[in-house]
């Protein structure tokens, strides 16, 4: 019984934590300023959010063991 809620719990902490590293990926390169952003450079800002987002579920699969 221990083992079930200690894995639904995982599972929930996960998608907590997946979530609010999202954001704050999110809330920094999405960075609001008063100036237009060039469409090349949002293109750029949205990958770099994308890598980061990689790297991060990279770094959790390498730590599970």
Known sequence: MDRIVSM??????RRAVTRG??????AA???RS???VDPGQR???????QR?????????RLTRF
């Open 8 to 13: 639904i719990l995982n599972r929930i902490l």
């Open 21 to 26: 590293v999202d954001a704050g990926i999110n």
């Open 29 to 31: 390169m999405g960075a």
């Open 34 to 36: 008063e100036q237009p």
């Open 43 to 49: 293109q750029a800002m949205q990958r770099n959010a």
């Open 52 to 60: 980061a987002r990689q790297m991060t579920r990279m770094a959790r």
